[in-house]
């Protein structure tokens, strides 16, 4: 009785009632998104918010379990968890028929359970576990070695076998972590840069130059190479003399090759890419001359963009599959198709926009109702807040996870061991990852991917598998507060 009233003390009851503000808003919504005239009862077994009162349930169930196991058997069983579950992975493209595209669901019964949603707290589990050694420390990328391959292994699993992209890209979220761990910040730097360069390749790609031959993605993306080089230099480095001399170079070179278009025909793409290269080998020569640690990462991460850049139209033509094509063309508006695949974006944008400043009220959006938008109720549950409760409904739960967000990243904070401490920044960085990622692309802003609003989306994978990661960071925390008494 003391333990149960210990635990209970200890526990931080603002990030509970937070989850379950969540949740039940997030019910309210599935029933809205869902309601018809024929189908009114809201506990019907039979209706996704009676299915979804059973998924909160559990979760409050399996949560309560959660709390009263030791807090050191999560450390202890964290390799076992992982090895186990990553066998599931495995086994499920095997054991599962192709649903939507996608062989990432596990049917028992008359219940489905998608393995994904458990794997990335099973995999924030085994990299606390490793990140937490005694003589374990970041000091360069090596020592990123084996987290990376604790990390790339479900991702892998899960985008190939699975074809569930969405779900694999989530993983990413870890590199939060390990910069808060002691990663560099050139990781997130070069990650950054592989996006937008991207973007720029093919976007920009489609746009033919007025001089010569070639095209203004590849042009705009060997010149933002140089800048960054120039301004890595200039103010990192602070080697004025050397970036005035690349500067210098570079101008000089494209001067030349612009009046050479005058007489023949030239190749911009590739006399881009020689003068880019020019300035890899001019870094090359820094580099031995100098020794430092910063220019050979900048020496390296100059070629690894040009390489980049020029493999990204081969990666899109090639790597990506047809549908997501479609949905990367749409969002950079290389193509117009409203009824296809722009189809839930633009309906998306309607419901949201309709809602107006107060919305139309609990159950009157027209467009929930007509369902205009497909998966209203799962990955575009967001465009339900829009239509029903308008901009101030929208605003309070990006306020509501905010919150949530920060109290997550002040718990991790106070964690005096760094087991805990890992596992709470992963589970920090799982949930704004996916906050970002759902609302940016139900607004147009990323590409539609389909993954889960946290404690919002229908879903009992989903549901159990946050509120798994949750729970245990709360145990973990109440353990802190237990061994502090």
Sequence with gaps: MSRNGSILRSVDWLTVGLFMLMAVFGLLNIYGASYDFEHTDFF??????GKQIVWIAASLLMGSIVMLIDSKSYDILAYIIYGLWILVLLATPFLTHDIKGSRSWLIIGPLQMQPAEFAKCFTALALAKYMSRYEYKIRDLRDLLVPFVILIIPMFIIMVLQKETGSALVFAAFFFMF???GMTGYVLLIGAAAIFFFIIVIRLGVIALPLGTGDCGMLVAMLLIMLIELFFLFFILNRKKEALILAGGVTLCYAVVCVMSIWINVNFDIA????AGLSVLFLGFLALRWRHKEILFLLLF???SVVYCHSCDLVFSHVLQKHQRERIEVLLGLKDDPSGVGYNVNQAKIAIASGGFTGKGFRQGTQTKLQFVPEQATDFIFCTVGEEWGFIGTFSVLVVYLIFILRLIYIAERQKDRFSRIYAYSVASIFFLHLA???GMVLGLLPVIGIPLPFF?????????????LF??????????????
């Design 272 to 275: 881009s890419t020689v003068i």
């Design 437 to 439: 990622i759902n609302v």
């Design 44 to 49: 019907a077994f039979s209706s996704r918010s």
């Design 302 to 304: 100059s070629l690894f």
């Design 179 to 181: 910069y808060r761990e």
């Design 457 to 469: 989306s229908y879903g009992g994978s989903s549901m159990l598998g946050f509120s798994l990661l």
């Design 472 to 485: 245990i960071l709360l145990k973990l925390d109440a353990s802190r507060v237990e061994k502090m008494r």
